[in-house]
Every structure is written in C-alpha cells, then in structure tokens.
C-alpha cells in the first residue's frame, strides 16, 4: 500500500507502509524558483476589478533573456477575502460598509482553479506516458483495461473502446456534451457527494498542513464512469458521436485520469503530488477541494478566501418574496462572462462555507476541475509550458516532442463550438491555443497564445501565455483569479493589465532593456 501525506512544513514525501525503505529524501531536479514582487501597478489593476467587494489576484509571469534561470511573478490583489457580512446575498451595488469581513487578500490566499485543473491533468498523464512502461498517448481504453479491470471494460459501451489518451486529453474522444450527464450519471454524482459528506474532510481533499491521499475517491471515479458510459445510458443514447472533432467533456478528462490511475495502481491524488507538482517544486502550494476546508472552525476558515455564487439579484428577490423564505442557488445565474462588466445588471453574492461538500464538484471527477493553488503555485506549474529546458526537460523528464505537443498538437472545433471560437485549437497539454485575443491591442503579442479558463460556478480563474513562438519557447504569462463564479472580471482584469502597457514593459524587460 502507497500512501501521500503532506509534512506540517509543506513538503510531500511517499510512504511505503510495507517496506522499511525510506523514499523522503529521492533527489528531485526542481526548477530555479521563481522571484515574486508585489506591484503597485498590478494592485491598482485588481482593485479595479474587486471594486472592494470580493477577492481578485492577478499576476505576470516572466523570464529575462539575459537570466534564463530567473523566472520573476509581479503580484496584485484587491478585495476582502469575504463579500459580505451576513450568510445571505449582498447586492452588488450595496454600500461598501456592509462588506469586507475578513481580512485583505495576499498572494499566500488559495484559489480555486475549476477546469483550468485540466492542463494539470493532461500534464501529468503526458509525463506517466514517457515514465510508465505500456503507457502512451495512444494507449486505448482496451489495452488499459483488459489487463487491469476487465469488469469495468465490459460495462462500458464498445464505441469507446479504442478511444486513446490523445483523444481525450484533446476532447475529441466521441464523448458528446450530454455523456455523463443523464440520470444514471448524475446518480452516481449525487451518490458521489453523499459520500463527500459522510466521510471525513480529508479523505477527499487535500489542504495546506496534513492530509493523507486515500484510494477511495479512485472507486467514486469509477461508480461514475461505469453509470456514465454504460451501452444504452441516458445522456449515451449516441456512443462515439462526433468523434475527432472538439467536444468538451469532464468525463473524458476523469476517465483519461481514470486509466492511469487503474493501470499504474495509485490514486490521482496521489500521482498529481508526488509525480509532477514535487518535483515542479510547488506541492506546498496546491492543494485539492474548495481552499479552507480544513479549517475545524468558522472562524479559521474565513482567513480564506471563501467561495460565492453570483445571482441576479431581482430574480432572486421574486423568488424570496413569493416563497417567503430564503433562496438559494434555485435562481437564474448571471452569465459568467458578465460578472463584474459594465453595464452588468444588479446581482447578489452568495458565501459558500468551504467545508461544505456543496462548495466544489464532487471528488468523483477531481482530474477534471477539483484543485487550488495560491497564484506562485500556479505560475510554477504554468512554467511548464513556457520553459523546456529550465523546467519541464529536467524536472519532469519530458522529451521535447512530448512538450512540444503539450503545445501545439491540437484538435480543431467544429464551426459553432460555443466554448471556444473556430480559429481556435485545443493541445493535448490540456490548453486552448489560439490567435491573438481580440483585448489585446494590435501588436501587443504576436502570434498564438494557449489559455485556460476555469470556474466551480463559485470561484474562477484564466490565464494566458504569450510569445509561444520566441526561441526560448514563451516568454510571460497573464494570471488572474477570484472567488466568485464568473470569468468577465477577469478578462476585464486582463484588458487593464493590457492598458496599463504591462505587456510592453513585460517585453523590455525580456529582451533586458
């Protein structure tokens, strides 16, 4: 039996439990650490985008071509870590004194990364393939499972049966928007949560001081796959529909994870620490589950930055006045591309309790949108796909072709793909590469960029790397993240990052002017 506990200092060591050998000390190739400043310029950029109501991060990545091992993160944020006092909603155009509990935001704080939890994943399996002898990114269903668990191979539909790792980590797998999301599935999902609440905090999540990753959310992820991909399943009536072309599925995600873990015999959980974010030197910084859980009391966990959901505010005040009662999360959401936009109509913020199992998607799909991070432990993870020879050839053992199609091999979307637009392709590094977003002002970066949004509907995040085509192979990154579910005060972060001509300077600074 394997087991991962986390250190009260942070660090990550596997445990053997049936041997006496003593594997804490294995050497590791970490990368150069990365530099972090605080950035008055970047402050002013979060605040913007906070307007004081709720927490929001944001940061640049870069390196100094002169200093190839200096890697250097400018760091902002703005908001209290609590949008309002009371449990209930508060208006979004309320006066300031009724918010703020909680003390201010710091780059320390957690944020959820919802999907963008699935470049961490495609990562992580593209790093077993070149380590795991029988594994690679053409392995199928099939050759995975017939040796490992032939039962479950039985119970899921023969159209999938040749689906490879490529296919899904690139979303293209046949797995069309309505798999795992039929009444089967979604039983599997509710017994999923269930589960959640029946067990300890930590037998799910991994937070900031101890934890121990069990085995048992591997069987959830199997409950679910079973009921979702079952021949006959409602929301499967089409098996293998579509396939090779994009369809975005958190399925496809949770049984790519699924396959490694059956046929190397550890959990994810375990696989994500000790296999890529150790040696990546930033396993202190991640963690998994809503950030704060751990905390035994109410009052410890509002030293984190707690999640929100986002309603209008006039729907919601129907439904309570026509009820009587308080509503919760039964309302129509602002679309996430709104939140915190000009012109944006009134909503409320809803605190969730990070304790709560109804904080975050259940642990049966963990590889697809499950983990946190503070904003040093992301960018550290990200520098895996802007730095080959500093970060993901020696730390994680990558072979440059391997790298190079976390990049650039891609799967092109079908013409009215609403996730992303048809000039865009998604990269088996588990990223959308595309050309030059429309905020970024004409010669700001030039040629592509791979992004990443991510959103639980109470937290979210994006990130975008540019410059892919520079010698060094990427020169910065966008971060931003908050803890209320909509993406629009993030892109609105990034368009103020763009007019406060960070990217210029960002580019000076490259080039060591």
Same mark, same amino acid.
């Given at each position: 039996?394997?087991?991962?506990?986390?250190?009260?200092?942070?660090?990550?060591?596997?445990?053997?439990?049936?041997?006496?050998?003593?594997?804490?000390?294995?050497?590791?190739?970490?990368?150069?650490?990365?530099?972090?400043?605080?950035?008055?310029?970047?402050?002013?950029? @979060?605040?913007?985008?906070?307007?004081?109501?709720?927490?929001?991060?944001?940061?640049? *990545?870069?390196?100094?071509?002169?200093?190839?091992?200096?890697?250097? %993160?400018?760091?902002?944020?703005?908001?209290?870590?609590?949008?309002?006092?009371?449990?209930?909603?508060?208006?979004?155009?309320?006066?300031?004194?009724?918010?703020?509990?909680?003390?201010?935001?710091?780059?320390?704080?957690?944020?959820?990364? &919802?999907?963008?939890?699935?470049?961490?994943?495609? $990562?992580?399996?593209?790093?077993?393939?070149?380590?795991?002898?029988?594994?690679?990114?053409?392995?199928?269903?099939? =050759?995975?499972?017939?040796?490992?668990?032939?039962? *479950?191979?039985?119970?899921?539909?023969?159209?999938?049966?040749?689906?490879?790792?490529?296919?899904?980590?690139?979303?293209?797998? !046949? #797995?069309?928007?309505?798999?795992?999301?039929?009444?089967?599935?979604?039983?599997?999902?509710?017994?999923?949560?269930?589960?959640?609440?029946?067990?300890?905090?930590?037998?799910?999540?991994?937070?900031? +001081?101890?934890?121990? $990753?069990?085995?048992? =959310?591997?069987?959830?992820?199997?409950?679910?796959?079973?009921?979702? %991909?079952?021949?006959?399943? +409602?929301?499967?009536?089409?098996?293998? @529909? !579509?396939?090779?072309?994009?369809?975005?599925?958190?399925?496809?995600?949770? #049984?790519?994870?699924?396959?490694?873990?059956?046929?190397?015999?550890?959990?994810?959980?375990?696989?994500?620490?000790?296999?890529?974010?150790?040696? *990546?030197?930033?396993?202190? +910084?991640? !963690?998994?589950?809503?950030?704060?859980?751990? &905390?035994?009391?109410?009052?410890? /966990?509002?030293?984190?930055?707690?999640?929100?959901?986002?309603?209008?505010?006039?729907?919601?005040?129907?439904?309570?006045?026509?009820?009587?009662?308080?509503?919760?999360?039964?309302?129509?959401?602002?679309?996430?591309?709104?939140? !915190?936009?000009?012109?944006?109509?009134? $909503?409320?913020?809803? /605190?969730?309790?990070?304790?709560?199992?109804?904080?975050?998607?259940?642990?049966?799909?963990?590889?697809?949108?499950?983990?946190?991070?503070?904003?040093?432990?992301?960018?550290?993870? %990200?520098?895996?796909?802007?730095?080959?020879?500093?970060?993901?050839?020696?730390? %994680?053992?990558?072979?440059?072709?391997?790298?190079?199609?976390?990049?650039?091999?891609?799967?092109?979307?079908?013409?009215?793909?609403? *996730?992303?637009?048809?000039?865009?392709?998604?990269?088996?590094?588990?990223?959308?590469?595309?050309?030059?977003?429309?905020?970024?002002?004409? &010669?700001?970066?030039?040629?592509?960029?791979?992004?990443?949004?991510?959103?639980?509907?109470?937290?979210?995040?994006?990130?975008?790397?540019?410059? #892919?085509?520079?010698?060094?192979?990427?020169?910065?990154?966008?971060?931003?993240?908050?803890?209320?579910?909509?993406? &629009?005060?993030? +892109?609105?972060?990034?368009?103020?990052?763009?007019?406060?001509?960070?990217?210029?300077?960002?580019?000076?600074?490259?080039?060591?002017?």
């Amino acid at each position: 039996e394997v087991s991962v506990s986390l250190s009260s200092g942070g660090a990550f060591r596997q445990q053997q439990t049936d041997s006496t050998t003593d594997t804490s000390s294995a050497m590791l190739v970490v990368p150069d650490p990365i530099v972090c400043s605080a950035s008055a310029d970047l402050d002013a950029v @979060a605040a913007a985008s906070s307007n004081g109501r709720v927490a929001v991060c944001v940061g640049v *990545l870069r390196r100094k071509l002169d200093m190839p091992s200096e890697w250097c %993160l400018e760091t902002g944020v703005a908001g209290p870590r609590q949008a309002s006092v009371e449990d209930g909603p508060v208006a979004a155009d309320a006066p300031l004194s009724r918010i703020g509990v909680g003390s201010p935001c710091s780059p320390n704080d957690r944020f959820h990364l &919802g999907s963008a939890s699935k470049s961490i994943t495609a $990562v992580l399996v593209s790093k077993m393939t070149e380590s795991f002898e029988g594994l690679s990114l053409d392995s199928t269903v099939t =050759s995975v499972l017939s040796g490992s668990d032939p039962n *479950l191979l039985k119970e899921i539909d023969p159209a999938y049966h040749d689906v490879t790792l490529r296919e899904l980590l690139t979303h293209s797998a !046949g #797995l069309g928007p309505t798999v795992g999301h039929g009444p089967p599935a979604t039983a599997s999902w509710t017994q999923s949560i269930e589960a959640c609440k029946a067990a300890p905090m930590d037998t799910y999540n991994v937070g900031r +001081e101890s934890a121990v $990753v069990e085995q048992s =959310s591997t069987s959830l992820r199997r409950s679910y796959l079973a009921a979702a %991909l079952a021949t006959g399943a +409602e929301g499967n009536e089409n098996p293998g @529909a !579509g396939r090779g072309t994009f369809q975005y599925s958190n399925t496809g995600y949770t #049984l790519a994870a699924f396959l490694v873990e059956s046929i190397t015999g550890r959990s994810y959980e375990e696989l994500v620490f000790t296999e890529l974010l150790t040696p *990546l030197g930033v396993a202190a +910084e991640f !963690g998994i589950g809503p950030p704060g859980w751990e &905390g035994a009391s109410q009052e410890e /966990r509002l030293a984190y930055p707690w999640p929100h959901t986002v309603t209008l505010l006039e729907e919601k005040a129907k439904a309570e006045s026509e009820d009587d009662k308080p509503v919760e999360n039964t309302v129509p959401q602002l679309p996430p591309t709104l939140d !915190g936009c000009e012109g944006a109509p009134p $909503v409320a913020y809803t /605190r969730q309790d990070p304790a709560s199992c109804a904080s975050d998607n259940p642990p049966s799909i963990t590889p697809a949108g499950r983990l946190h991070a503070t904003i040093r432990g992301w960018a550290g993870f %990200l520098r895996v796909f802007l730095d080959f020879e500093g970060c993901a050839g020696p730390a %994680l053992g990558l072979t440059k072709d391997t790298w190079d199609s976390l990049r650039t091999k891609t799967v092109k979307p079908e013409s009215g793909e609403d *996730l992303i637009a048809p000039d865009t392709s998604y990269t088996v590094g588990g990223m959308i590469r595309c050309l030059r977003p429309a905020w970024v002002k004409a &010669g700001a970066v030039e040629g592509e960029t791979l992004s990443h949004s991510g959103s639980n509907t109470m937290n979210a995040c994006q990130c975008w790397l540019g410059n #892919l085509a520079s010698p060094s192979g990427g020169e910065f990154a966008l971060l931003t993240l908050t803890n209320v579910g909509g993406l &629009g005060r993030l +892109e609105t972060a990034a368009v103020k990052l763009i007019d406060a001509a960070k990217i210029a300077e960002i580019g000076a600074a490259t080039k060591g002017e």
